[in-house]
């Protein structure tokens, strides 16, 4: 298709695309459109983590990356039976193109159809750019094509590589209003930076301020910023949590840490028809101070 762009069937015979840029590499599985590696020229480790657990299965999230949670957050607000976080995390996308930006190369991708009705967002369009080289852009564009009002919530829900959790610091959220799923979704303010001793599992509303991970361990940063998004949510499960989890290894919790990019609780999307939205992510992986 393109030089430096492959795609080879793997793993749970899914359809994976290769990218290999000038200034950067990726992996992505075309089932949900996931990102599933990513690097920088100039690191040495990866952006993202994925479950050692994870068992890659048609019709099936696979645990780590950077899922879409789309056309809704978190479960379903009427249907029991309706898959958490969505679908489109779970059905086949198209790579319609692959082209070359300096010594990057961007990806568009388009979630197969058509999409039955019930399921919220019938009549949209749902596209996916993605552009690898130094840094890592995700844009996922929804257009309503339907005749009536489409209401969503969304995320592109980051796995972010780290050392070790527990030495971590995340800024960038001092001021905004927090929604505590762990404490009964109780209202708080944040104050300062992150850092964590425990489960975490939090909705940041209201902001779109850019988000920093230092990760001494590492000995890297991770700037984390937005586009259309009013929300960040912070997750881990901790050992308790990871441990409950099939998919999750005990052992691995601690080398992840989520910074969601989103538009949750009651930052929903409401799209009139005919017109669209893009949420957009950057990932930059930033230098240690004096490394």
Known sequence: ????????RGAGGLDYVHVQAAAGSARLCLQGAQL??????????????????ASP?????LRGGIPICW????????????????????????????????????????????????????????????????????????RNRGNQVLRMTQALHAYLRVGDVRRLRLSGLDGATCV?????????????????????????VGTESVCVVDDPILRRRIRVSKEGSHSTVVWNPWREGAASIPDMREASWDRML??????????????????????????????????
């Open 1 to 8: 298709m393109f030089e430096g762009v492959d795609v080879r």
């Open 71 to 142: 056309p809704w957050f978190g479960p379903h607000p009427e249907r029991a039976d309706a898959p958490a976080h969505g679908y489109a995390r779970i059905r086949p996308w198209a790579l319609e193109q692959a082209r070359r930006v300096g010594d990057a190369v961007a990806l568009k991708l388009r979630l197969l159809g058509p999409h039955d009705a019930s399921e919220a967002a019938g009549d949209a369009e749902l596209e996916l750019d993605v552009e690898v080289g130094e840094s890592l852009r995700l844009r996922l564009r929804t």
């Open 36 to 53: 599933l590696e990513y690097r920088s020229v100039s690191s040495a480790e990866s952006l993202l983590w994925v479950s050692e657990s």
């Open 180 to 204: 505590d799923k762990l404490d009964g979704m109780r209202n708080s303010v944040q104050r300062g930076d992150l850092s964590f001793d425990g489960p975490i599992d939090r909705m940041f």
């Open 258 to 291: 989520c910074v969601e990019a989103g538009n949750v609780e009651r930052d929903l999307v409401t799209l009139q028809p005919g017109s669209e939205h893009v949420l957009g992510a950057h990932y930059q992986l930033l230098e240690w101070p004096g490394a």
């Open 57 to 61: 299965l048609r019709g099936q999230a």
